[in-house]
């Protein structure tokens, strides 16, 4: 089974105009070592039993640019060395796949409704990724707010029902249960 876990990154104009839903499928096998690996370079980031906690989350634009938990990393190579840590720690090309949306918000009518666009080009697309390997998909997202969750998981039954509903749409049958949510910050035990 492929444990699929997503987030987004809403626009910021003028520079970023693109509403992006991103994740990685995971074969549920491989994550115990992955979560051991991340482990590790929370450590080395941020000290022993640091554990995860919105003060110890890695995000590429604060690790890139030196800002949030990365504020006191000041020298550039040790941060980029910490991407290319991160980077490699899910650059497993036989178990962790990456899925991605990008709608650009300024072409498209003002009454579509971007993250129920997005979250649906995303089923799709993690769906058929568990067809072509022949499994099942569960997917995970970071919660935000509650109407996202009650449209999110109401959706996913309907696509499931009926299919995704536009000219090109899909049937979801390779999605297993509902879209489940957590916070991304939430304290994990440390694995050892």
């Known amino acids: 089974m492929l444990v699929t876990y997503f987030d987004e990154v809403k626009p910021s104009h003028p520079d970023q105009p693109y509403y992006w839903l991103g994740g990685l499928a995971i074969d549920d096998a491989m994550i115990p070592g992955l979560e051991q690996e991340v482990n590790a370079l929370a450590v080395t980031c941020f000290g022993a039993g640091s554990g995860l906690t919105k003060q110890t989350e890695f995000h590429a634009t604060d690790i890139a640019s ?3 938990n990365f504020k006191k990393a000041r020298n550039p190579v040790d941060r980029f060395n910490v ?5 490699a720690i899910y650059d497993k090309p ?3 796949f990456r899925i991605t949306v990008r709608l650009d918000v300024n072409k498209l009518y003002s ?3 971007v993250e129920e666009l ?3 080009y995303f089923i799709e697309k993690a769906n058929s990724l568990a067809r072509r390997k022949a499994t099942n998909t569960l997917l995970i997202g970071d919660y935000e707010k509650e109407k996202t ?3 999110a998981v109401r959706n ?3 696509y499931k029902k009926d ?3 536009y000219a090109f749409g899909q049937d979801i049958h390779n999605t297993i249960d509902t879209v489940h949510f957590a916070h991304s910050h939430r304290r994990y035990p440390q694995l050892e």
């Open 94 to 96: 036989d178990g962790v």
């Open 163 to 165: 299919g995704t509903p």
């Open 156 to 158: 996913l039954a309907t």
């Open 83 to 87: 991407l290319k840590r991160l980077i």
């Open 66 to 68: 030196g800002r949030g």
């Open 111 to 113: 009454s579509v409704d």
């Open 118 to 120: 997005a979250l649906m």
């Open 149 to 151: 969750v009650s449209r």
